[in-house]
């Protein structure tokens, strides 16, 4: 197994922490997993869940939902809207890598969060519950002592699982205003629900409602003597066997351009090869889409097409606009249009005060974004910020590694 570090932008505009845990071949096909209440991505039931799943050739995002873990936020901000949220936007970033999730695992109140969240998630073939509650309200137990003087005060610190956490009253309100039951009856999506007889934290019989609201096609799978955390390893790896035998009836490897020996490549993967036409001239396959590449007449070319570095400028255009999109609709922004104008250059070093390299040329790429909508200054401010959280952004502005391998290294046939 290997695993990816995956940042991307929450719900609510934070930028989130994951990991991407991948097998060592071709995956078959992708999952999303949700971790428990006041837990992160690290808990031992969803590290040991994501490694067994790469086992059989699943590859696994496991995120920390905002304010939690290693992402950005306040957990005292958060509630299961926002978890739900969260949720969305990780799939959206799987997607955008070509790794659309079609599995949704969750765990505990995640597992009563993926319920929520698969609906909006056409990609999704199939859901799988752990421990989950049958309502997000059922957490309150958890600090029940504290609920009147929340209330009463707005908020209160509280001690989950041995830390303590400020909750507020928007929370109690959120989890009293949720209607999972008709959810889960829209579902309509395959459903796995696994929970322990002996569950102390979250009884058997929110299973039962579960699977009382659900449609068929729906599994429940008794975990016997397991706790609440799937703490021991062979638990973990009990429930990790049953989801990658379960999911294998319902994941569509063929949607996933998975099967390379027939010669199909991964969507998302991209081939590029010479076209024939003139000295530059280049064919560029992404999944479906075809695409030309060459360079200007001024240096040879023939201006069949873009040239790359006009490619690198657009696939940044195109994020910092669709992120921004995204968030504005989530936050309800009045953001009406959204146009992306950029440009490269090669500059002196010294010119850049910011750069930590001060002799040579560095590359500059100057985006200039267009915000069209009735927005006062507060917010278009924010919106540039929320620009520099666009994946594209991100991964030309940290740290990479590019692999250079010959075809025959990674499997591939030379010549013709």
């Known amino acids: 197994m290997r695993t990816e570090k995956l940042t991307f932008v929450g719900g609510g505009g934070e930028t989130l922490a994951g990991r991407l845990d ?3 071949g071709a995956a078959q096909a992708f999952a999303l997993f949700a971790h428990c209440f006041t837990c992160t991505k690290d808990i031992y039931a969803a590290t040991q869940i994501a490694r067994a799943l790469c086992a059989h050739g699943i590859g696994v995002l496991r995120f920390d939902f905002t304010g939690l873990g290693h ?6 901000n958060t509630n299961f809207s926002s978890n739900v949220a969260d949720l969305v936007a990780a799939a959206g970033a799987m997607a955008a890598q070509g790794k659309a999730a079609q599995i949704l695992i969750g765990h505990s109140l995640g597992g009563a ?7 909006d998630l056409p990609n999704v073939k199939g859901v799988v519950t752990i421990g989950a509650p049958a309502d997000p309200s059922h957490v309150a137990h958890l600090f029940a002592e504290d609920i009147a003087t ?3 005060d707005g908020e209160a610190e509280v001690c989950l699982a041995g830390r303590p956490f400020k909750v507020k009253k928007q929370f109690i309100d959120d989890i009293s205003d949720q209607s999972l039951k008709s959810k889960i ?4 999506r395959p459903l796995l629900i696994l929970h322990g007889p002996r569950d102390e934290l979250v009884s058997v019989d929110n299973a039962a409602a579960i699977f009382t609201s659900a449609k068929h096609p729906k599994s429940f799978v008794s975990l016997d003597d397991a706790d609440h955390l799937l703490t021991r390893r062979k638990d973990a790896a009990y429930v990790a066997d049953i989801i990658a035998s379960w999911a294998g009836r319902y994941i569509e490897p063929d949607e996933q351009g998975i099967d390379r020996d027939l010669g199909t490549e991964l969507e998302g993967d991209v081939t590029v090869a ?3 036409n003139g000295r530059f001239g280049q064919a560029v396959s992404v999944g479906r889409h075809t695409l030309v590449a060459d360079e200007p007449a001024s240096v040879g070319g023939q201006n069949q097409g873009p040239a790359p570095y006009d490619y690198l400028l657009a696939a940044l255009g195109a994020c910092t606009s669709m992120t921004l999109r995204l968030y504005a609709d989530r936050k309800k922004i009045a953001l009406d249009k959204t146009v992306v104008h950029l440009s490269h250059a090669k500059v002196h070093a010294q010119d850049c005060a ?3 390299t001060q002799s040579g040329k560095i590359d500059r790429i100057e985006r200039r974004i267009e915000l ?3 927005l006062d200054q507060a917010t278009r401010d924010r919106l540039l910020e929320i620009a520099d959280k666009c994946p594209v952004h991100q991964t030309l502005t940290r740290d990479n590694q590019i692999i250079t391998l010959a075809a025959d290294e990674m499997g591939g046939a030379g010549g013709d």
Request: aromatic share 4%; net charge negative; charged share 25%.
């Open 274 to 276: 010479e076209n024939g």
């Open 71 to 76: 992402s950005e936020g306040e957990f005292a």
């Open 22 to 24: 991948l097998p060592d």
């Open 372 to 374: 069209h909508g009735d």
């Open 113 to 119: 969060a993926v319920l929520a969240a698969a609906i």
């Open 185 to 188: 009856e829209m579902l309509h």
């Open 354 to 356: 910011d750069c930590e």
């Open 150 to 152: 929340i209330m009463q």
